[in-house]
């Protein structure tokens, strides 16, 4: 089999409709696109949002906010999934990346204070809540900022 003997699967492909053919193809004459009006113009399908030239509603509604460019997102972890990993060592954003806790890195890894801690664990992230430092200190544990 060579490149310019392939061709698509049987019934794969349709035959393209062609318009303005005459009377008898069933679509001549106007083309299926009716007798005359915005539609049946070249171009004249307007896009979506438009309102016959009055001001559109998502130009009408006033802009609120901003986007903070320099916004920071770090990737979050809870306690009760930190309990899960315990006894394997230091707890690093490494560790959590290859015990499936967290895809990627982000600005970071947070610690946050949901659920509890009952292994003394040593963990070492970017940031911790408050709640998650009482918690790891409660348990004999250390928490490191990197």
Known sequence: MRPEELKPAKGATKKAKRVGRGVGSGSG???GKGHKGQKARSG???G???EGGQMPLQRRIPKRGFTNIFRKEYSVVNLAD???IAGSGPVTPETLMQNGLIKNLKA???VLGMGELKSKLT???HKFSKSALDKIQAAGGKAEVI
């Open 44 to 46: 004249g399908v307007k």
């Open 48 to 50: 979506a949002g438009f």
């Open 82 to 84: 930190l309990e899960k």
């Open 123 to 125: 963990v070492r992230a």
């Open 108 to 110: 970071g890894v947070k």
């Open 29 to 31: 004459k106007t083309s």
